[in-house]
């Protein structure tokens, strides 16, 4: 059920370690909230607020904007770039995204972002001598992110990328003066990373940073096999968490079986197949809006810490699995579950 069993407890889920990378869901995430507009009286220029929908991005741009796009190469596949260009006098600001593709999840935020030191976006800045000079940054303790400056010939040039989700941006600019190329990099914003994720067809709802890759995994249980559709989210300023969703239609030789037996069951044989048989002994009772569940908890040697809560929702069986050091992520998924 969920991972590949042997996997799950010993390696920290295994989802970082060749499980493959399938289609992503067709279910999106839930759009946030448009980013509102902002003035300040003490801009080094005037400039107004561009919010992009699409983008899921706000920045103030002192012009208007040309739009463009652009597929450069990373390994193994491509980047479908939109980029947005607004020029003043001798100044030039832009920004860039694109979705990165599934099979670049696992390398992680920090590879991503190498990759893409030296494959210009615009044309009006040196990116090979800007390549040489970055440092990691973030955006409001969120969003992870390098940082690319560079000063020459009476110019201010820097590239700024950030990792959100399966976005990548680029907010890039080159201007003689400070102060404006500040004020407007300064003002790039992006919507919450952590938004709502529904599945029609599983009938649930859960908060995640990233859209989550689907696949079937079978787990045999009292001779049937059941058939689980699992649900795996990644979070890539925190690479080695990991969420999943998995549920299962309840055949009908189960559909009688007592609820905290079924629970139970379920439990004993997810943790043989692991090789944590020990945990099977921890799980205590809770409730999902009147529906019947149990919760495991186990923290490793390493201080990586789980939750895995297991539900009977009419004849339906779910699983929310949860790994991280950080106990606000682990509050962020497993308690915004919810089924319709």
């Not at 529906?291 to 923290?299: D, H, I, N, Q, W």
């Not at 339906?316 to 950080?326: T, W």
Request: overall charge negative; proline content about 5%; aromatic content about 10%.
């Amino acid at each position: 059920m969920m991972i590949k069993p042997a996997c799950w407890i010993p390696v920290g889920l295994g989802l970082w370690l060749g499980l493959g990378l399938p289609a992503i869901a067709s279910d999106p995430l839930q759009p946030a909230p448009v980013l509102a507009q902002t003035s300040n009286p003490s801009l080094a220029v005037e400039a107004l607020t561009y919010v992009s929908t699409t983008g899921r991005f706000a920045i103030n741009f002192p012009s208007s904007l040309e739009t463009t796009t652009r597929t450069t190469t990373i390994p193994g596949d491509l980047l479908a770039w939109t980029i947005s260009t607004a020029r003043l006098d001798d100044s030039v600001y832009s920004v860039a995204y694109a979705d990165m593709p599934l099979a670049l999840l696992p390398l992680g935020k920090d590879a991503v972002l190498e990759s893409l030191q030296t494959r210009p976006l615009l044309e009006d800045l040196d990116w090979a001598a800007i390549a040489e000079q970055g440092r990691p940054i973030s955006l409001n303790d969120e969003v992870a992110g390098m940082e690319f400056l560079h000063l020459a010939e009476g110019r201010y040039s820097t590239i700024r990328l950030y990792l959100a989700n399966r976005r990548i941006y680029a907010v890039m600019g080159s201007s003689p003066d400070l102060a404006s190329l500040n004020q407007v990099l300064a003002s790039f914003a992006v919507d919450s990373l952590w938004r709502t994720f529904t599945s029609e067809s599983g009938r649930f709802s859960v908060n995640t940073p990233i859209a989550p890759v689907i696949t079937t995994e079978q787990l045999s249980y009292q001779d049937t096999f059941l058939s689980w559709q699992e649900f795996t989210f990644y979070n890539l300023t925190a690479r080695e968490d990991a969420y999943q969703v998995a549920y299962v239609d309840l055949p009908q030789n189960l559909q009688s079986m007592d609820v905290d037996t079924l629970l139970q069951g379920v439990a004993d044989q997810l943790f043989t197949l692991a090789e944590a048989s020990e945990l099977a002994a921890t799980g205590t009772p809770i409730r999902l809006n009147g529906a019947t569940g149990r919760e495991y908890l186990t923290t490793r040697a390493d201080g990586k810490s789980y939750i895995l809560r297991l539900y009977r929702v009419d004849n339906r069986l779910y699983g929310v699995l949860a790994g991280s050091r950080s106990l606000d992520n682990l509050h962020q998924f497993v308690n915004s579950f919810t089924v319709q």
